[in-house]
Structures are given as structure tokens and as C-alpha cells.
């Protein structure tokens, strides 16, 4: 066995043992095919306020501008889809936001790695990112085999849908790189139909300004009137597009004790989310990404839900 092979498959097993779903690796360079399709999306304004997606065009295609030196982008999945849902008649929360924010997390299982890594085989320098900088993430998971892009714009895997978080270790170091897999959407137009603001303009193409989740967490002005009645109770972030998805109906509950739910958000009604106060809302939401709309925000989508 190469020094490549036994570098990557060491770092596997130990993504393995971290409890990643599954870590895939590819070489750290230009994203071709990704640059035109992000300078049209920013060109139609797909992004809406989101002006960030803006900045560092260069970067977010190229992770050695990102990490210098860089020859590798080790992916990694990180099961989320929770063992019970939320009471049916309530005001919804997406499924990745139930427990402790996975920023938190899954830096700190990148940490380990990377120490790992470090301990194992040497002067090994990188950076680790979970969807807090430039990094195309479902781009860099696809091409690291771990999956491919469904119409719904996420990352599908045959073995277990799409409710997991994605992460990155971009490494110096030279590894044995993973190949991508064929899509499996075929005809099935799923997500397109089902989604209610029409956020899914064509196949693999979401215009974000209309997306459910968008309205509910990036956007920090009013959300227009055109989407009355056509948010289906979410009122932060949405999972209708993964929910009606067959490839769903392999998903497997984590075993993150970390992203289990606070008792309270799976029992409340639409009365008790309604006349949630701030403490409340401190307490249940205490260590989760709810908090990026803040108590303020949750009470406009409440309200918006409501009128």
C-alpha cells in the first residue's frame, strides 16, 4: 500500500470513528463547471439579500486561494434526521436546527481530526470549514463521491436521502481522490412540484429569494405579501423538498446526543409558539441555530404565518 493509500484510508477510519456518515476526498483545484453556474445564479439575483454570495467569487471556486498550499478537500456527512418530529399541528422548524447548532459541533469533530492527522503523519496544516466561509460544499461532497446534486439544488446519497450536514478539512496533503457518482434523479419531479412558493425555478436551479428558508431566516426585512398562505406553518427554514424526496425513505435517526430536540419543541402548539416570550424562547433555542433570527425574527414568520 502507498504512503497515499494508507494517509487516506487512516483519515477515513478516523472520520469513521468520529461518526461521520461518510467522508470522501478530492484534489484541491479550480471548480470548472461550478464558476459559470454561480455567475448566473448571482446575475438573476437568485441570492436575494444574501449579498454575501457576492464576495470572494475567486475563492469560493478555487480552495487554494482559500487555504494556500492546499492539495486536498477531505468531505465529510454528518447525520441530522431526527428519531421524532415535532406535534403535526404546530408551527414547523426544519430538522437540522432541533438541537445544538451544528456549527459547534462539527468544528469540534473537525478538530479532532485534523489533530489527528497531524499526530499520526506529521507537519500536515489545514483549515476546517462548516458552512461558515467561501466553500461550495455540495460541490466539493459531489465531486468527492459521497453523492450527487438532486433537483432540489442538495446533495442525495442512494443509502441514506439527504438530511445531513456537510463539512470540509482542506489539507497539504496529497491523498488518493474519490470519483463522483452518477445522478439518480431520473424524471422524478418531486421537489419541483411540491415546493409552495415555486423557490425550484428548473431542474438543479433554486432561485433563493423564494425559498421558505430564506424568507424565514436570511431575510431581515418583512416578507413580501406574495408569499401569504403559501408557507405551509414553517417558521424557520423548511424541509418540504427533502421531505417529499424518495431517496428520503432511507434516512436513518443520528446518533448525536447533541442534536437531540429540547422536549418543548416537539410538543408545543401553534398557541404556545404564539405567546412565546423571550425567556422561553432563551431557554428552548439556548445552543441552536434558531437563534440566527433571533426572537425577533421567529415572532415576524409567527406573525406572517398567522395573518
Known sequence: MSLKETHTQLIKTEANRLGFLSCGISKADFLEEEAPRLETWLKQNMHGEMGYMENYFD?????????????????????????????EESYKISKYAYGRDYHFVIKDKLKQLLNHIQEEIGDVHGRAFVD????????WAA???????????????KQTG???????????????????VTDHCGSCTACI??????????????????????LTIELKNEIPTE?????EDWMFGCDICQDVCPWNRFSKSHNEPLFNPHPELLSNSKKDWEEITKEVFNEIFRKSAVKRTKYKGLKRNIQFLKD
Request: with cysteine; glycine share 6%.
Open 59 to 87: 475563492k469560493r471556486l478555487d480552495p487554494t486561494k482559500l487555504v494556500p498550499g492546499s492539495k486536498s478537500v477531505i468531505s465529510l456527512l454528518l447525520n441530522y434526521f431526527p428519531s421524532e418530529e415535532q406535534n
Open 132 to 139: 461558515s466561509a467561501p466553500v461550495l460544499d455540495k460541490a
Open 143 to 157: 465531486k468527492s463521491g459521497l453523492g450527487w446534486i438532486g433537483k432540489h439544488s442538495n446533495l442525495l446519497t
Open 162 to 180: 439527504s438530511f445531513y450536514f456537510i463539512a470540509e478539512l482542506i489539507v497539504d496533503l496529497d491523498l488518493e481522490y474519490d470519483t463522483p
Open 193 to 214: 412540484d411540491a415546493c409552495p412558493t415555486q423557490a425550484i425555478v428548473g431542474p438543479y436551479v433554486v432561485d433563493g429569494s423564494k425559498c421558505i428558508s430564506y
Open 227 to 231: 408569499f401569504s398562505n403559501q408557507m
